[in-house]
């Protein structure tokens, strides 16, 4: 694979390590395929190098057979033959010595717990988060081989006395004795290896001496005879000068305990009594850590480009400069369209990638003064300082989307983005960074409301209505108080005797104003505003009502299909309050289909398995909606307990134009069949598409050209005219 740049983490954190991140192997020992290629390719990314094994037997083996070692286990717990925890145990016993990190869901939070006691370095939630496991990686990693020297110390510490010399020396502190004035009277060959220095430049000087200039006063203190002889046990923090390294210091923790020394040791005549014993551990790595964590406040961790709090703090810099030069600095407020779709269909860890690519495309058109930020998700913020007019932001923008002509490749999809831009100009459309940034992002919700990409400066009119947006999702709050949603039914009927098989609940919103709004006008910002779960039960509740008194009139389809959101179903409580409300209307489960999408399957494969098992068992069948347009796996048709395959109209659209698409059709069509799954296919609009889904032997077919989604009274009259035939 081609690896343009690591993760910064590792980068950074290879360099204190002083080994690369690309010389780390790891070994990923995790059955779902899916899951392991998503972190494999995630951890190649970063520069490690992975194994991957599928069950524990041959993760183990794996460990033993391999020339080169590995520096890490990545542990799922759940495995086909022995658990996580046998894993652990096992290479325990056979003297694998490696961190281990645990990567496990929800549900196997106990079983994490217990990893971590059998010695598991840490645990990492799946779904996992980028930043949040490769820092935990980096840090295993680190600590395991502070660990290792330390140990391999410890370990000879309690071998034989006359190893002392040698132990004092080959310690990984530096080992050092002052006398009551604070002279270094005995220092081990550590001080070579760390600080550059041999053992006579030292001895006989004061310790101070050795500290970097800027700790000096403070050490001069720490080291006093009267501070000295307060209390038994010192420890402070100080930058000791070194000639082995470039930056001319390194970082210690120097313990200082007052001693009494041997008869033998002390000076002839019996001066030197009162001595100190002294431990300079070198944190240098841990402060590499720590600054890291600290370029991490400021950082985005997957881009690697400053974060809003950084940019918070450039545009102030930049303001005070403009102010006292009379000069305008631009705000722009960055977005990708339609990238919630890009996400669906590359996958959480392709699409990562694409928003890094994105990212290095648009520092690749600005110029040395500018910074660009990532404000959150695929929301970017950029900061132009000496801009005269309007003109030179354009120019920029245009930059920007010349750069974007060219598709984005990732794993070998790729993808037009496009994007639009919301900007603030100084000192005209707001006088802080705070007001900017806010003023910026007024602009870019106005200019999308407003429909298309594009860009659009702030006017003083947009902030007046306040944020658009705010309004319209105070709006659909309201609507869902206000009961101003509608359900509309299509009909799913059989393909050969062209009976209602089932109906489709799809929401509309009857807008006081604006009318009746098809969902995809407000379903986004009903996920934006929390509200999707709300509106899903809304729904559902409505369509349990319906069904109930279909029932009661004799009339009622075999199955309504009610579509849920993924954002729905991952709440904790989804099934037992889906189940509920099915009970509240004595609504039979049987009756009752979920639409989900595929991409629901990368997200928490196991979560998700959980629930819709759950949901089965109850006697609720599972639709899979969409078909084939984004990640579609055939490994989870078999693992999950799938009733029906919904065909997307893309492909039914693609029927009398490409011929291409016939053999997807068809391969979707055969191997729903091989695994006995009920057939729907959507959006069938013409007879000639009908034809080719009868020939290929589909099951059912949804479409205008049976019937559009029907109000609720419509509906019913066509399930009576039904009854009659
Ligand atoms: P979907 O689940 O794929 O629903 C099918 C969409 O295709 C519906 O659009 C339907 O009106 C439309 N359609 C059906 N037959 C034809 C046809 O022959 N030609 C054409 N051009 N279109 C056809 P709609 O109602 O606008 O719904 C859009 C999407 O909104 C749905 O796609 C579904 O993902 C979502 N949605 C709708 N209702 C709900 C709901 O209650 N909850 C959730 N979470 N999502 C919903
Ligand atoms: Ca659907
Ligand atoms: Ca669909």
Redesign the pocket.
């Known amino acids: 694979m081609t690896c343009s740049r690591n993760a910064p983490i590792s980068e950074s954190h290879a360099q204190g390590g002083g080994q690369r991140a690309d010389e780390r192997r790891l070994l990923i020992v995790e059955d779902d395929p899916v899951f392991a290629a998503s972190l494999r390719y995630l951890l190649n990314h970063a520069g490690f190098q992975t194994e991957i094994a599928t069950d524990g037997g041959s993760g183990l083996a794996l460990l033993a057979t391999t020339s080169a070692p590995f520096d890490l286990l990545l542990l799922d717990i759940d495995l086909p033959d022995i658990s996580g925890h046998d894993v652990i145990r096992l290479a325990r016993e056979r003297g694998f010595d490696l961190p281990v990190i645990v990567v496990s869901g929800d549900s196997e939070i106990d079983a994490a717990i217990q990893a971590l006691r059998l010695g598991a370095m840490d645990f990492v939630r799946k779904p996992f988060e980028t930043e949040i496991l490769l820092y935990a990686i980096n840090r295993a990693l680190a600590q395991s081989r502070l660990e290792r020297e330390h140990s391999a110390a410890q370990l000879r510490v309690n071998r034989s006395e006359r190893l002392h010399r040698f132990l004092v020396d080959a310690s990984p502190d530096i080992i050092f004795i002052l006398d009551q004035t604070g002279r270094v009277t005995f220092v081990n060959q550590r001080l070579k290896v760390l600080l550059g220095l041999d053992e006579a430049t030292v001895v006989g000087r004061h310790f101070s001496r050795m500290v970097h200039t800027h700790d000096r006063q403070r050490a001069r203190y720490a080291f006093s005879a009267e501070k000295l002889s307060e209390t038994a046990l010192h420890s402070f923090e100080l930058r000791l000068k070194s000639q082995a390294d470039a930056p001319g210091f390194r970082y210690f923790e120097v313990n200082l305990a007052a001693i009494g020394l041997p008869e033998q040791a002390a000076g002839e005549a019996g001066e030197g009594r009162d001595h100190y014993y002294g431990v300079a551990r070198d944190t240098t790595a841990r402060r590499e850590v720590e600054a890291l964590t600290n370029y991490h406040a400021n950082h985005d961790a997957l881009t690697g480009l400053p974060n809003r709090v950084l940019f918070r703090d450039h545009l102030a810099l930049a303001l005070i400069r403009a102010r006292r030069n009379n000069e305008q600095v631009a705000v722009l407020h960055l977005n990708l369209d339609r990238f919630k779709h890009v996400n669906d269909r590359f996958g959480h860890a392709h699409a990562d990638e694409l928003l890094r690519q994105v990212g290095e495309r648009i520092q690749g058109c600005l110029r040395g003064g500018d910074t660009l930020a990532r404000f959150v998700g695929d929301e970017f913020l950029l900061l132009n300082s000496f801009v005269w007019s309007e003109r030179d932001v354009l120019l920029i923008i245009d930059r920007i989307n010349r750069e974007f002509g060219a598709p984005f490749t990732v794993a070998d999809k790729s993808a037009h983005l496009t994007m639009s831009a919301g900007i603030a100009l100084f000192p005209q459309h707001g006088e802080t960074a705070d007001e900017l940034i806010r003023h910026a992002n007024i602009a870019l919700y106005h200019g999308r409301l407003s429909g298309g990409h594009g860009h659009s400066f702030f006017m003083p009119e947009m902030g007046e209505s306040t944020d658009q947006r705010l309004q319209l999702q105070g709006e659909l709050r309201q609507a869902i108080e206000q009961d101003q949603f509608v359900?509309?039914y299509?009909p799913q009927v059989g393909l050969r005797d062209r009976r209602i098989r089932g109906v489709?609940?799809?929401?509309?919103w009857n807008h006081p104003q604006r009318g009746l709004l098809?969902?995809?006008d407000f379903?986004a910002l009903a996920e934006d505003a929390h509200l999707?779960v709300s509106?899903?039960e809304w729904?559902t509740r409505e369509a349990c009502k319906a069904l109930r008194e279909w029932t009661r009139l004799g009339i009622a389809p075999p199955r309504v299909a009610?579509?849920?959101?993924p954002r729905?179903l991952e709440e904790a409580d989804f099934v037992e309050r889906f189940l509920a409300l099915l009970a509240e209307y004595q609504v039979d489960p049987n009756r009752i289909e979920v639409?989900v999408?595929e991409n629901l399957f990368i997200r928490d494969p196991s979560m998700v398995a959980l629930k819709l098992q759950s949901l089965a068992a109850h006697g609720v069948m599972i639709a899979i909606?969409?078909f084939g347009t984004q990640y579609s796996s055939l490994s989870y048709l078999q693992k999950f307990p799938i009733h029906t395959l919904?065909i997307?109209?893309s492909f039914v659209w693609e029927i009398d134009r490409e011929y291409r698409q016939h053999a997807i059709i068809k391969a979707i069509i055969s191997i729903a069949h091989g695994l006995e799954l009920n057939l729907v296919a959507?959006?069938?609009?013409t007879d000639e598409q009908l034809r080719f889904l009868e020939i290929q032997g589909c099951d059912e077919i949804?479409?205008?050209?049976i019937s559009?989604?029907l109000p609720r009274a419509a509906l019913e009259g066509l399930m009576r005219q039904e009854q009659q035939t």
Request: aromatic residues 6%.
């Open positions: 359900l509309f299509q489709e609940a799809l929401v509309r098809p969902p995809g379903l999707i509106l899903d729904v009610i579509n849920i959101s729905h639409e999408t909606d969409d919904k997307d109209k959507e959006g069938v609009e949804q479409g205008y050209l559009k989604p």
